[in-house]
């Protein structure tokens, strides 16, 4: 059973930048399809970016284009988020998600096996 593990949340002023890390242990994110997804107080977990098992394509949601990026590096066994530009709309607890073998990048929470316990993040205006 693989464990996920998220870090790089914080607090952090608008426009701002944070990178998040998603560490697997316990068996390989090799070959499978990852994402993120975040959950705002009062609201319902979304989905943000995910990335395919090669790492050679990804999806990224609308609200976030332009700046948020996935990778992945496998020979870390690590899926990132780069967020820049920060915007008060952005704070919520952030999770990692080990999708389908040989998956494409998923935007449907329905398609992920495995999630992390979440890391905080806070934009402040």
């Known amino acids: 059973q693989v464990q996920l593990v998220e870090s790089g949340g914080g607090l952090v002023q608008t426009g701002g930048s944070l990178r998040l890390s998603c560490a697997a242990s316990?068996?390989?994110?090799?070959?499978?399809?990852m994402g993120w997804f975040r959950q705002a107080p009062g609201k319902e977990r979304e989905f943000v970016a995910s990335?395919?098992?090669?790492?050679?394509?990804?999806n990224v949601a609308d609200s976030v284009k332009g700046r948020f990026t996935i990778s992945r590096d496998d020979a870390k066994n690590t899926v990132y988020l780069q967020m820049n530009g920060l915007k008060p709309e952005d704070t919520a607890v952030y999770y990692c998600?080990?999708?389908?073998?040989?998956?494409?990048?998923?935007?449907?929470?329905?398609?992920?096996?495995?999630w992390g316990q979440g890391t905080q993040v806070t934009v402040s205006s």
């Open positions: 990335v395919s098992w090669s790492g050679g394509n990804t």
């Open positions: 998600a080990k999708g389908s073998y040989l998956g494409p990048p998923a935007r449907r929470m329905g398609d992920f096996v495995s």
């Open positions: 316990g068996r390989t994110l090799l070959d499978y399809g």
